[in-house]
């Protein structure tokens, strides 16, 4: 019954009890960065196209807020910050950095924005153990406003990608790097250079990448993607 009262009793947040926060883990897709029948100009050295896998989660944009504070912390996010969906409730899906995560006084603690499952509410946040009695708390801030937007984890560890890259025209011959990447994203996994005489076709490809060409010198390319590399299975 105490505890029920000291709940109640903390009018400036919208308090839950003894909350357990379930973690989310990123989702996968397959991407290309560019569309398929589209004329298309790039120089030498740029890369035509990329495709490949990416590790997302849908995520907030904070597009305005005031500086606050939350049990006498500072809310550590600004304007422009991007917090992707990394935890769920009964009640709350809740945005934050899983790197944020901080320690304050031998407790875990964390803060970030809470959206209401319910009414789709939307609140900053802060989850500590035993802060008070415990739990996750939500306040009201006015001029606190947010938008959908999409999280990337660009440090993907063991994600696929593949590169087409434009080197250059000696007479007929137009000169292409292909290159994937596993893990390290930093250095190609296997790296190939390709060499097509447009005397026998303007069409060009490499594993189920055709491109069509529509005009080369050696330092420019026009083209159009037909179609994209073979799907990662």
């Known amino acids: 019954m105490k505890k029920l009262l000291l709940c109640l009793s903390l009018t400036l947040f919208l308090n839950s009890c003894a909350v357990q926060v379930k973690t989310v883990d990123l989702k996968r897709r397959v991407y290309e960065d560019v569309p398929l029948n589209t004329i298309l100009k790039n120089e030498i050295g740029d890369r035509l196209i990329t495709a490949g896998e990416e590790d997302y989660q849908d995520a907030l944009r904070i ?9 006498n912390l500072d809310f550590p996010y600004k304007k422009g910050d991007l917090l992707p969906l990394s935890g769920y409730t009964v009640e709350w899906l809740l945005y934050y ?32 153990e035993q802060i008070g009695m415990g739990g996750l708390k939500t306040k009201k801030v006015d001029g606190f406003k947010t938008i959908p937007d999409t999280f990337v984890d660009n440090n993907c560890s063991n994600c696929f990608k593949q590169e087409f890259i434009y080197n250059g025209k000696v007479g007929t011959n137009l000169k292409f790097v292909y290159r994937e990447y596993i893990n390290d994203m930093a250095r190609p996994a296997f790296n190939q250079d390709l060499q097509y005489d447009l005397n026998e076709s303007n069409v060009v490809g490499f594993k189920g990448l055709r491109l069509e060409i529509i ?8 083209y159009k993607i037909l179609s994209s590399f073979n799907k990662i299975k």
Do not use: C, H
């Open 63 to 71: 597009v305005e807020t005031p500086i606050f504070k939350m049990n």
């Open 97 to 128: 950095n899983i790197k944020d995560i901080e320690v304050y006084n031998g407790q875990t603690y964390f803060l970030g924005v809470a959206i209401n499952k319910k009414d789709s509410s939307i609140y900053p946040f802060l989850n500590m």
């Open 215 to 222: 005009n080369a010198t050696n330092t420019n390319i026009e």
